[in-house]
């Protein structure tokens, strides 16, 4: 095996220019130029790259808000149980933009402070009504789309094949879709009318009989 001796001014360039000289023409480095100096590969240009985002973390409470007093929020959770929450202390009052009835996705720390929070913005809304699939109940939408329909939302609901539901997606939280029962009016049949009161009529008196005379 050759080894390769390093020398310095003069005879550096010299070793040098005869190494690429002896290399065939498509292998030399096109920045090299022969017997004047050394050659120099430039390293390529690396563009940094943007700091990493974090993907959003999945809410860990998601429910309707059934009370708010700027201090702390009462939710009524997917599973029908109510919790209440704190806010942080440098948020609350009329900052938070929030109204009993919202739908909203937070996650909270042990003491039930909410470490983070966001209203849900309601999307497309369509109507469809509840059957029985392979993997459960599931809604058929106007829209062609299938919704499955978790057992513990439909024993929630209450739902059953043939019940109409309207389905809303939602724009800013990833795989949240909110259902909801609609409930009909209940037709009552109509109420009869009250009999007409009809006086009795006035007694009939017969004629008095004919007397005859005698003369």
């Known amino acids: 095996m050759k080894k390769l001796l390093l020398g310095t001014g003069a005879a550096l360039t010299a070793a040098l220019s005869a190494t690429l000289s002896a290399l065939p023409s498509e292998a030399r480095p096109l920045t090299a130029q022969s017997g004047y100096r050394v050659a120099q590969f430039s390293e390529p240009v690396l563009t940094p790259t943007l700091p ?14 059934t009370d708010y007093d700027g201090s702390s929020m009462v939710v009524r959770l997917t599973d029908g149980t109510i919790k209440q929450f704190l806010l942080p202390e440098n948020v609350g009052g009329d900052s938070l933009n929030v109204a009993t009835g919202d739908l909203v996705a ?17 999307g497309e809304v369509t109507y469809g009504s509840v059957s029985r699939g392979e993997n459960g109940l599931e809604v058929a939408t106007e ?61 009939v008196i017969p004629p008095a009989p004919e007397i005859r005379g005698l003369w």
Not at 52 to 65: A, L, T
Not at 106 to 122: E, G, K, M, V, Y
Request: hydrophobic share 40%; aromatic share 4%; with cysteine.
């Open 52 to 65: 990493s985002i974090n993907p959003k973390k999945s809410p860990k409470y998601v429910g309707y808000v």
């Open 106 to 122: 937070l996650n909270a720390d042990r003491s039930d402070r909410i470490t983070a929070f966001d209203a849900a913005i309601p």
């Open 143 to 203: 829209a062609g789309a299938t919704v499955p329909i978790s057992e513990a939302i439909a024993n929630q609901l209450m739902l059953a094949p043939g019940d109409e539901v309207k389905v809303t997606t939602i724009q800013n939280i990833a795989g949240l879709t909110s259902v909801c029962k609609v409930k009909r009016a209940a037709v009552e049949p109509p109420v009869p009318a009250p009999p007409v009161f009809q006086p009795a009529p006035p007694p």
